[in-house]
């Protein structure tokens, strides 16, 4: 049984503040200033260039990914990290169209997240063969998995509402149907328990500085099934995803499996963030991590819906069918959440009247939730969040 006591003790989190944002960006490991600074130091300040071997830092992307492939039931070998989620998104839904040539619609939701959207418009734009980005309503993604549908692109849990998708369920239907699937895990990995080869998922992607608390800038990961892994053409082919990029070749040859979907250098320093943050996971179970999310999120919407009548759940009621946050609908969103951040509850606010709030067992705990309750009780009813200094919006919401 994970012990939320000691993994809590790992993060360093300001004192008098009930951080409900980890979903968006996850706190700072105590560990990782100092073995930051001993990289810069030791690795880069003393070993020079020679760290790409000494140090580990060429094969680092690799291991990051197994590390984190553990989190998402992904098969060892068959996840790398690297560049950011946008970048992969484009990575994996090029590789996925490629292999399904005769076809032209790639379908998502009008839930995704806009970033995966854009990069499927402008992928789609420069392939210039007519294909088409068809985006539905969630819960009619089902009925339009049709045999037109080159790729099923989605994210697993809305970033919105926390709505979760059936990944094995959609999947089975999509493979059924001969299409191929990009799952985003952006609000999955380190949230929730994911199977991706027990889903049969065909390609994965997903950021690491929410859950998995790399700090702002973290690499993204991305999966290609092992039965892919060696046809996948990367549309993105740098030096580094080639067979043997010190032979310097004038041509490319993709790498070994996974390894192809690397593209340049590495940010070995946000590396070594994301390293240090994976340590806490050698002390949690993300099946624990689950079933504490289910209890601090019922007892969060039980109490805001018995002391706020002005706030609206807009994450679904059962929490096998949400992720790890829980969001409620006020017209005057932005302006609650700014009064709720001077008031030490950190959530966020996602247009056009979402609060959505991120519970992270790792270091958030019952006292924490009810701590938000009160605050947000006392701000929604005493109409506190309504002054003028609320309601001028910041460049990032
Ligand atoms: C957070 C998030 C992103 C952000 O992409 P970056 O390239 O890392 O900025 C993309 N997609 C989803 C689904 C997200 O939740």
């Known amino acids: 049984?994970?012990?939320?006591?000691?993994?809590?003790?790992?993060?360093?989190?300001?004192?008098?503040?009930?951080?409900?944002?980890?979903?968006?960006?996850?706190?700072?490991?105590?560990?990782?200033?100092?073995?930051?600074?001993?990289?810069?130091?030791?690795?880069w300040g003393g070993m020079l260039i020679t760290g790409w071997n000494k140090a580990g830092w060429m094969a680092q992307p690799m291991r990051l990914g197994d590390r984190i492939g553990r989190l998402i039931g992904a098969e060892p070998g068959h996840v790398t990290t690297g560049d950011t989620l946008s970048i992969k998104v484009y990575q994996a839904l090029a590789s996925a169209l490629e292999m399904r040539k005769g076809r032209k619609v790639v379908l998502s939701d009008s839930g995704n997240f806009p970033s995966d959207l854009y990069m499927a418009e402008g992928l789609l734009r420069m392939m210039g063969g007519g294909h088409e980005l068809r985006v539905v309503a969630p819960d009619e993604v089902e009925d339009h998995i049709t045999d037109?549908?080159?790729?099923?692109?989605?994210?697993?849990?809305?970033?919105?509402?926390?709505?979760?998708?059936?990944?094995?369920?959609?999947?089975?239907?999509?493979?059924?149907?001969?299409?191929?699937?990009?799952?985003?895990?952006?609000?999955?990995?380190?949230?929730?328990?994911?199977?991706?080869?027990?889903?049969g998922a065909d390609f994965a992607v997903g950021c690491t500085y929410k859950y998995l608390n790399a700090g702002p800038?973290?690499?993204?990961?991305?999966?290609?099934?092992?039965?892919?892994?060696?046809?996948?053409?990367?549309?993105?082919?740098?030096?580094?995803?080639?067979?043997?990029?010190?032979?310097?070749?004038?041509?490319?040859?993709?790498?070994?499996?996974?390894?192809?979907?690397?593209?340049?250098?590495?940010?070995?320093?946000?590396?070594?963030?994301?390293?240090?943050?994976?340590d806490v996971w050698d002390m949690a179970d993300i099946h624990d991590v689950r079933a504490k999310s289910i209890e601090l999120t019922e007892r969060f919407i039980a109490g805001i819906e018995a002391a706020c009548p002005t706030l609206d759940l807009a994450s679904p009621r059962d929490p096998a069918l949400r992720g790890s946050q829980v969001s409620f609908r006020f017209a005057e969103g932005y302006a609650a959440m700014q009064a709720l951040i001077a008031r030490g509850?950190?959530?966020?606010?996602?247009?056009?009247?979402?609060?959505?709030?991120?519970?992270?067992?790792?270091?958030?705990?019952?006292?924490?939730?009810d701590r938000a309750i009160a605050i947000i009780a006392d701000v929604m009813n005493s109409g506190a969040w309504d002054r003028a200094e609320y309601k001028t919006r910041a460049a990032v919401t």
């Not at 609000?187 to 080869?197: F, I, K, N, Q, R």
């Not at 099934?225 to 580094?240: D, F, I, N, T």
């Not at 993709?254 to 940010?267: E, I, L, S």
């Not at 009247?353 to 939730?369: H, N």
Request: one cysteine or more; hydrophobic letters at 45%.
């Open 1 to 43: 049984m994970t012990d939320f006591a000691a993994t809590k003790a790992l993060f360093d989190l300001p004192e008098g503040i009930v951080y409900l944002d980890g979903n968006s960006l996850g706190p700072l490991p105590k560990a990782a200033p100092a073995r930051i600074a001993a990289m810069l130091t030791d690795e």
């Open 345 to 369: 509850v950190i959530g966020d606010f996602r247009a056009p009247d979402i609060m959505r709030f991120g519970f992270t067992p790792l270091y958030i705990d019952e006292g924490d939730v």
């Open 148 to 199: 037109e549908v080159a790729v099923l692109m989605l994210t697993e849990v809305d970033y919105r509402t926390g709505r979760r998708h059936d990944m094995k369920r959609l999947t089975a239907k999509a493979h059924a149907a001969g299409a191929l699937t990009v799952w985003d895990l952006a609000h999955s990995a380190g949230a929730l328990p994911v199977d991706l080869s027990g889903c």
């Open 217 to 278: 800038g973290g690499p993204a990961f991305i999966y290609v099934a092992p039965r892919h892994a060696g046809r996948a053409v990367p549309a993105l082919s740098g030096w580094l995803g080639h067979e043997a990029p010190f032979a310097f070749d004038l041509g490319y040859r993709p790498g070994a499996g996974v390894d192809r979907m690397r593209v340049g250098t590495p940010p070995v320093i946000q590396m070594t963030a994301l390293e240090v943050a994976l």
